[in-house]
């Protein structure tokens, strides 16, 4: 296996996947406020929040300490995040490939990660919403697919298995346990497998939705090497996912994941760029 992984663009170029007003809306979910009532816990005018949620003005620094506290939300994180500057660390170092697939997907961008396994071949995490725009992005380097793992169902992340499933023939599809979809197989919190070098353990992750997995990659066979974490939409550099089905697990699995793993683990997440689990457990505003 190869030492640094090959990065298909730039990651300078990977913008966040939230901005100020999408955490805030966010966490104020998972509190259960409004505007009205963030503003009384606060002290921070109802009328800047709501320009804020709306993108039309910024906080300043005191501001956001307040709604921070109110919230329970990490105070430097999320005023790293309003002045632009949140920190996101060089994530090289990984003992096996690992090609980033980013495809556009409505207003935003969508990942997929393909991870090299040895002579097994390669491993697929989610599978974007069709096949068609990641045969742009499939690496020709890359060997051919063995095993797809979703993290959840959303159409987003799963549309494209039936397709790449028939493309590479031997491929086996894992999903969430619980999920029905044909021909797929069900893993559970604790279940490891191994695909070639590559050892891959579940984490059981609900909150974004009822059903989703966080998957852990690492060689065993290199003990203090880098490990990769897959998160989904649990976690991203800088925020978490839409609260969907339970606002407390989601935070509660999202400290969770991140605490499970070591610290310079490579967080791959969903949306956005890449990072690593001891700086969201620093930075990341619902880490708090």
Known sequence: MSGSPPYPLPLS???LEDE???????????SGLNAYALAQRSGVAEGRIL??????SELDAAECCRLARALGLNEVGLCALASGKYPLPEPDGLPFPLWPLRVPYGIGVLNSYLVGAGGAGTVLFDTGPALGPHTVVWPAAAPACTAVFITHVDLEHVGGMREILQRFGTAQAFVP???T????QPLAEGD???FGGLEIAVFRTPGHCAKHNCYQVRVPGVPAARSLLITGDLVFAGSAGGPYHCQA????????????????TVVAPGHGPLTTAGNELRYNPFAA
């Open 249 to 264: 697990q989601l935070r509660r699995h999202l400290r969770r994941v991140l605490e499970a793993v070591p610290p310079d």
């Open 181 to 184: 979809t044909a021909g797929t």
């Open 13 to 15: 170029t990977v913008p």
């Open 51 to 56: 320009d804020a949620v709306d993108y039309r």
């Open 192 to 194: 490891t497998l191994r």
């Open 177 to 179: 346990e619980g999920e």
């Open 20 to 30: 100020l007003g999408d955490v805030l809306e966010k966490a104020m979910t998972c």
